[in-house]
């Protein structure tokens, strides 16, 4: 649950991944494309929370969440340059081929921000529904993208962190990542379009028992339930995702955006429902007991313990 602004971006000038250099994106030095440098040199926004990084292959960018002190909680800030961004990349790719999603530091995203949670249980069920639903549509804004993304899934991916990455074209991980959609151990409704696209990837029944447990399962179980696409050695994940990126950066640019447009417009055929569905339930859920029981048990580290309240 987060939002950032894009326009101050890393100064690093380059980093190693998969064999391939990455040149940030918010170096002009670095950016040899013109189109990219006016994309990137007129933002005016400021904000840290995503970076962007171009590949050695043309058109293919990596696009970083970067909060790794809070192991990329998504906040409002964090969704604000999220969208942000997407926006920027929007405006100017005409010679974007694909991008790679993925997180600074140990981990992908931990879910929403605990304190954004707080707030909303001290906030009206009517303002909530509508806050939950711009929540969503920082994050989702990624499905605007007019090339496939896949998300390097680098470390625990858990609630709504779990969520942005199910709403990407593809998924990789490592066998030992922890990922869970713990909602229900949380005391909230699924959000972010949690209950729309794991029964879409992986069936009823798995996103029944995901959803309703909360359990932890591991990047190996993910393969099985068709959550990801691949499973690889931990140190491979992001190198493995820019080797498939680059090679759909080498497909017909035409062809890869109306397929892409193909599958995805099949796919989201009942989505705004299901926000409008999820929302009002969150909302619900903002002004129960076993919200702030849950958020407490966090904070504490321990089980929770929940009411028959309904």
Request: aromatic residues 6%; positive net charge.
């Amino acid at each position: 649950l987060g939002a950032c602004r894009v326009g101050v971006w890393s100064s690093s000038s380059v980093v190693s991944a998969g064999g391939g250099s990455l040149r940030v994106v918010g170096s002009a030095r670095a950016v040899q494309n013109p189109q990219w440098r006016r994309c990137f040199a007129s933002s005016t926004a400021v904000g840290n929370f995503v970076k962007v990084e171009q590949d050695q292959q043309e058109g293919v960018v990596v696009l970083k969440l970067n909060r790794p002190d809070k192991l990329n909680a998504l906040s409002v800030e964090v969704g604000e340059e999220f969208k942000h961004t997407i926006a920027t990349l929007n405006k100017e790719s005409r010679d974007l081929r694909c991008v790679v999603l993925t997180g600074e530091g140990k981990a992908f995203s931990a879910g929403g921000d605990l304190d954004f949670l707080m707030e909303r249980t001290r906030t009206s069920p009517e303002r909530n529904e509508a806050i939950m639903l711009d929540f969503y549509s920082r994050f989702l804004s990624v499905r605007t993208l007019p090339v496939p993304v896949i998300t390097a899934i680098n470390g625990a991916a858990i609630g709504a962190g779990l969520c942005l990455a199910m709403a990407t074209d593809m998924r990789i991980v490592s066998a030992d990542t922890p990922l869970a959609f713990n909602f229900s151990k949380l005391g909230l409704h699924p959000g972010m379009a949690a209950t729309f696209f794991l029964p879409l990837v992986a069936g009823p029944q798995v996103a029944s028992r995901l959803l309703l447990t909360g359990e932890t399962f591991k990047g190996a179980q993910a393969l099985g339930f068709n959550i990801v696409s691949e499973v690889v050695e931990k140190d491979q994940v992001v190198p493995r995702a820019l080797e498939i990126a680059r090679n759909i950066a080498k497909s017909s640019p035409a062809v890869v955006r109306q397929t892409l447009k193909s599958l995805r417009t099949q796919q989201e055929q009942g989505l705004q429902a299901a926000l409008l569905r999820e929302a009002a339930a969150q909302a619900t859920s903002y002004a129960m007991p076993d919200l702030i029981e849950g958020l407490a048990a966090i904070r504490e580290k321990r089980p929770p313990v929940f009411t028959n309240q309904l």
